[in-house]
DNA sequence: GACAATGTTACAGT
DNA sequence: CACTGTAACATTGT
């Protein structure tokens, strides 16, 4: 599913290709049927009416990631935002091979950028650009992983400061840091030895320094694979990244655990109402 | 037709 | 108050 490193795939890929064009017309059919009809999002008609008129006609200035939301900048002091959860794929050119189709962005050049979504859990809302802040998930956002600025002391400060949370939730707790969900997070653990239900203030200092190295290694090394279509991800021309062949225990319950002379046998437990995996042998509970 | 999948949040609990 | 855990919700394929 889209986290840190196939958000950022599907941002640079769209980079490429939308920027400089003008949105002509928007079509979405994710209010029908939609229990969410209060809601700050396009799943509710009347603000999909209000975002249809904000956007039409704005031109394409700018695109960033922040966290897992993919955010459009408009040349009218709007951004859009975008966030895919499960199963959402934001593409370009693509509306007329996918079922799951449910908002289309027809572009000056005559081409269309298109969200499918199987589940149809995607949110898309409208904010002043200079307003970000405000919003209610992106004013939120703790540090992005691999922003310059963070390093082994942010990390520490933050994660050791959750007292009593299993490391595993601080790690997907968005607030906290942004980005990391439930495959890298078991990833990370299991290549730092490290025992999801560990209370983060119980871990030792030193560790923190080998936990950024992970993190940084890991979610390097997947936006090099092009991200993970373990579920349906696909970038923004419909390609599958292939960092789910590189996976150590997300999703591997009852296999052997890869790590070099250790016999564990991985294991599959519920945090926080998320499944973790992880190896019982070498991940150490603090 | 129950269940699983995951990010987010409302709410209950310490 | 500050913080954490739990349940529920969004939806549909299996």
């Given amino acids: 599913m889209p986290e840190l490193p196939e958000v950022h795939t599907t941002v640079e890929g769209l980079k490429r290709v939308i920027i400089g064009k003008t949105i002509k017309a928007v079509w979405s059919d994710f209010y029908v049927g939609s229990t969410y009809s209060n809601g700050e999002n396009i799943k509710n008609k009347k603000y999909f009416e209000k975002f249809r008129k904000i956007v039409r006609n704005a031109k394409i200035k700018s695109l960033e990631r922040r966290g897992k939301n993919i955010l459009i900048h408009l040349n009218n002091n709007q951004t859009i935002i975008i966030h895919m959860k499960m199963t959402g794929n934001l593409m370009f050119g693509r509306h007329l091979d996918n079922k799951y189709i449910h ?7 005559k081409k269309y950028l298109v969200l499918s979504d199987m589940r149809k859990f995607a949110s898309v809302t409208i904010s002043k650009t200079n307003e970000l802040h405000l919003h209610s998930t992106i004013g939120k956002l703790g540090p992005d992983p691999l922003d310059a600025k963070f390093d082994t002391k942010k990390l520490f400060e933050i994660v050791h400061n959750k007292k009593g949370a299993p490391i ?3 790690l997907l707790d968005q607030t906290a840091i942004a980005g990391i969900g439930n495959i890298y997070s078991d990833e990370i653990l299991w290549q730092t030895g490290i025992h999801p239900l560990s209370k983060t203030d119980k871990i030792p200092g030193k560790k923190f320094t080998e936990i950024f190295k992970a993190m940084q290694q890991i979610l390097r090394f ?3 694979q092009g991200g993970d279509s373990k579920s349906d991800y696909r970038n923004a021309f419909g390609e599958k990244g292939s960092f789910q062949n590189f996976h150590k225990v997300y999703g591997k319950k009852g296999q052997k655990c890869p790590k070099k002379n250790c016999s564990g046998i991985i294991e599959r437990l519920v945090v926080r109402g998320r499944s973790a995996h992880f190896c019982p042998q ?3 509970k603090y």
């Fill in 103 to 109: 908002l289309i962005f027809s572009l000056s050049n």
């Fill in 168 to 170: 595993k939730s601080a």
């Fill in 222 to 224: 997947s936006i090099k």
């Fill in 282 to 284: 070498h991940q150490i």
